[in-house]
């Protein structure tokens, strides 16, 4: 929730800063919003993640502490990279897309665990048809994907896509053969 509430504030004091044109604000809104960033892959992806932890998540998938965790905050920077127009933008928010994907990738791979784990993400095995299900989902996302980067043209979308397909591939020969 910290890292929540920091992006909350970091949004607007930018916000402010947009509407008022206020530069302290928009100073102090990068500084937030980094502090929250930094926040988030620190402590929520390395350190408290619930593969790693014995966290329960909750026992309802793609409704539980995860959308709080991981989902919420990349909605947050993706409104911070759309909506907000400044310096930084030229240089640091140019590996946003990047963090998304990351962040979305993550969020997706912990749902698929809980739906075979269930509320302790850490707690048991993996099964053959987990890892088979991984692959399956990869796959297809990263089909969407391809399709989604040529109908808006982006390149950046169909570079994570690539990106995407080949993990699955050597996930598929060297792993799950």
Known sequence: MITNILFLFGLLSLWIAKRYGRHAFILSGQVLCMIAIFRLCYFDI?????????????????????????????????????????????????????????????????????????????SSVTSGAEIYTYSLVWLLVGIILLFTGILKQSQIIRYASLALMIVTVLKVFLFDT
Do not use: C, V
């Open 46 to 122: 390395l350190f408290s993640n619930p593969i790693f932890n014995h966290h329960a998540i909750g026992k309802l998938p793609l409704f539980n502490s995860l959308i709080t965790t991981y989902l919420l905050p990349t909605g947050m920077i993706y409104f911070l990279y759309r909506k907000f127009d400044f310096p930084l933008k030229q240089s640091t928010f140019k590996y946003f897309p990047y963090l998304l994907s990351s962040l979305i990738f993550i969020y997706l791979n912990l749902n698929l665990r809980q739906f075979y784990q269930g509320e302790y993400l850490n």
